[in-house]
């Protein structure tokens, strides 16, 4: 027998080996009262399917759709359900889910027609049939020859090159009914278990509405995002530019000796988007009336807002025109008086951690032609300090502010929008593993910031991943609700980006104790990094945006 204890409730109970995890979730229902179903759980802070079989002693903790791990579990499960009613509905075709969108994941369908919106409603009421029969997602372990040799078959070149390409000695691959699928985490034991989802169409291709993250009862609500989509969609072009769209592209093109060109093109195209900004700016600063005289950038955590705000000056000055910047971060209130969490911390991403009424006025004042004394704020003791650094622009200058909160409204109230340029900068992950397993744009940022944690010697991987929901949260509260405000967006992200983090982060990710909580997002980060083939750092630029999060730029950053 075995002794399994549940960390909901932290009572153990005896099992006979091989009990599944849903055999123990029966035991412990009624003492777990979780307010959602479960969908997932993890075992010895690992993420494990339902149907998971028990050997040993473990610790255990189910988990609903409102926790990431079940989140993901719940999505992915969603992901096949989709595809399969595609094949049963237009056999042939191809699913491509490519990125999250509007709160949901935009997908691209491939078939001999255009999509219809009669197409679509066929597609929920075949996926709707699946639930209703509460149809069973079955794993198979296989070898990796074995598992190659079943995506051969059936057509699935990114697959392939996946499995070819993984170094694996076993791999897990799924079955809904007849189709066959793969993805590198866990699914729900059945169809029946997804109750709450929705499909529409969206521009030329999907929607798969998903459980909203605080209330997985109801779907979560559709926001517009025309510029976030157009920004993936110019990913897209790149893409193709690179020819690469998936991991195993990445690997291929590593294998025949092609990385330093990769580094190369990946550069290049991110020069020339920075250059298109400098000259759009350049001609909103010269145009006779309202000339744009204020540059706000912001962006989420890890994005490369720093490093972008310095290649920008470089080429605001090839344009001519005189950059000059600071940081939001300056006009932070003094510490004792900045807002806290319901738990004593201080809440710094607060918008009233800034005194932006102050920020304003110098600004005004700056654009007004005065010379302003701005303060410098001083970390180590936590008091903003004014140290005799002033400004006055000149008739060529341009401000540039940059952080988290600089396309709040509250911070240019009185400023006319035509004054203003906007950009929003984020880390778009540029590649997936394959055509139905995309890398969240956060797990991206989430490596880069591990990494530059590390290196800084700010904060262990342990740590920096304990911190991550807060700053996941406060982004949704202060950064995205204006992201659709920008002039333009810029994808920090490369394509050989994985490759890249796979030399710096495997070994950090390494050091997390598995007795923490935050050995489930480390190993997963693993799992899903080692899908790379690692290349060394050499070839990457001393002004790559990358410098900024694995070391050696040409750049200084504040500390």
């Known amino acids: 027998m075995l002794q399994i204890r549940c960390k909901n409730n932290n009572v153990t109970k005896s099992f006979p080996e091989g009990a599944s995890l849903l055999d123990v979730y029966q035991e412990f229902a009624d003492d777990i009262q979780l307010p959602y179903p479960v969908v997932s759980a993890r075992v010895n802070n690992t993420s494990q399917g339902l149907k998971f079989r028990l050997f040993q002693n473990r610790d255990v903790e189910f988990l609903d759709a409102r926790e990431g791990s079940g989140h993901r579990v719940y999505v992915r499960s969603l992901s096949f359900l989709l595809y399969k009613a595609t094949q049963d509905v237009f056999p042939g075709s191809k699913l491509f889910i490519e990125h999250s969108l509007s709160r949901g994941y935009y997908c691209n369908l491939k078939k001999r027609e255009a999509l219809t919106d009669d197409d679509v409603e066929r597609i929920k009421a075949r996926m709707q049939e699946i639930v209703d029969l509460d149809m069973p997602f079955r794993r198979t372990e296989a070898t990796n020859e074995e598992a190659v040799r079943v995506f051969s078959e059936r057509g699935f070149s ?185 738990n004593g911390d201080y809440d710094f991403d607060n918008i009233e951690t800034v005194e932006y009424s102050l920020l304003e006025d110098h600004l005004i004042r700056l654009m007004n032609g005065e010379r302003v004394e701005i303060p410098e704020y001083n970390f180590v003791t936590g008091l903003r300090e004014y140290n005799g650094k002033k400004l006055k622009l000149g008739s060529d200058t341009v401000l540039i502010i940059e952080g988290i909160h600089a396309l709040n409204p509250l911070l240019t109230r009185k400023i006319p929008d035509s004054l203003k340029y906007k950009v929003f900068i984020s880390a778009l992950t540029s590649v997936s593993l394959d055509d139905h397993n995309w890398i969240p744009t956060r797990d991206n940022r989430l490596l880069r910031r591990i990494i530059r944690d590390y290196n800084k010697g700010a904060f262990t991987a342990q740590q920096t991943i304990a911190q991550w929901k807060n700053v996941l949260e406060s982004e949704d509260q202060w950064i995205s609700p204006f992201q659709e405000t920008a002039d333009v967006m810029f994808n920090s992200a490369l394509n050989i980006e994985f490759a890249v983090l796979r030399t710096h982060a495997e070994i950090i990710l390494a050091s997390v104790p598995k007795n923490c909580p935050e050995y489930s997002d480390a190993h997963r980060l693993l799992k899903f990094i080692r899908y790379f083939i690692p290349i060394s750092d050499t070839e990457i630029p001393p002004t790559s945006i990358m410098r900024e999060f694995v070391g050696g730029s040409s750049f200084k950053y504040p500390r």
Request: proline share 6%; hydrophobic share 35%; charged share 25%.
């Open 158 to 342: 990114d697959k392939v090159k996946l499995l070819e390409t993984s170094g694996q000695i076993y791999s897990d691959y799924y079955t809904l009914g007849d189709t066959v699928d793969y993805y590198y985490g866990p699914l729900v034991p059945s169809a029946g278990y997804l109750q709450v989802w929705g499909l529409e169409r969206y521009e030329d291709g999907l929607l798969l509405r998903v459980p909203d993250w605080h209330n997985p009862s109801k779907v979560a609500e559709k926001i517009p995002q025309p510029k976030t989509f157009e920004m993936f969609a110019e990913k897209t072009r790149w893409d193709i530019i690179m020819r690469l769209s998936n991991a195993g592209d990445v690997n291929k093109a590593v294998m025949r000796g092609h990385a330093s060109e990769l580094i190369q093109v990946s550069e290049a195209l991110q020069e020339k988007k920075i250059v298109q900004i400098a000259e759009e700016i350049d001609q909103r600063f010269h145009r006779e009336k309202d000339p744009v005289r204020l540059v706000l950038i912001t962006g989420p955590s890890s994005s490369g807002k720093t490093t972008f705000c310095k290649r920008l000056s470089i080429q605001l000055l090839a344009c001519g025109l005189r950059p000059v910047s600071f940081s939001t971060d300056d006009y932070f209130v003094n510490r004792v008086d900045t807002p806290k969490l319901p």
